[in-house]
């Protein structure tokens, strides 16, 4: 932990947006990693990034995003479909749905709107999550391929 906590004193105020957790493992919390260091920091943003739909219930990523933001300096939540998860992979509406519900909970609570994001590396979702009121951006995986990255573009 403590080395976690010197990198990100030294991105912080560097210039960097957000530092990202991942929650592709389902032994390493993204948000306990994220609460641990929220309170270190003076401008950089912590983010759980593609947290299954269905790992947490739309209330309590909601609680989460709220008390990290008040944690830190902010706070951005990327909601995904769950890869590490085999069969219990969200469909794509849910997915949506999903932030959708967040969105609401959190407007409920604060009067600081979040930042909710959608990861996928598919183009089905992208679309999907893009016509979404509630989400503020797609983390797409995959960009090293410039050929993925127009494919997606296009479709």
């Known amino acids: 932990m403590v080395k976690s906590i010197s990198m990100a004193h030294c991105m912080d105020g560097a210039g960097f947006y957000s530092l990202q957790f991942y929650e592709h493992v389902p032994y390493a919390s993204a948000w306990g990693l994220a609460f641990a260091i929220a309170s270190h920091l003076k401008h950089l943003k912590t983010e759980p990034v593609t947290v299954p739909a269905r790992l947490y219930s739309p209330l309590v990523n909601a609680?989460?995003?709220?008390?990290?933001?008040?944690?830190?300096?902010?706070?951005?939540?990327?909601?995904?479909r769950g890869a590490y998860m085999g069969g219990e992979r969200a469909g794509i509406t849910e997915v949506v749905e999903n932030v959708e519900e967040i969105a609401i909970y959190v407007r409920k609570t604060t009067s600081t709107e979040q930042e909710l994001y959608v990861g996928s590396s598919g183009p089905k979702l992208v679309k999907a999550a893009a016509s979404s009121k509630a989400v503020k951006a797609i983390v797409v995986d995959n960009l090293a391929n410039p050929r993925y990255a127009r494919y997606l573009k296009h479709n």
Not at 63 to 80: E, I, N, Q, T
Request: net charge positive.
């Open 63 to 80: 609680r989460f995003l709220v008390l990290l933001s008040r944690l830190g300096p902010g706070a951005v939540l990327g909601v995904s």
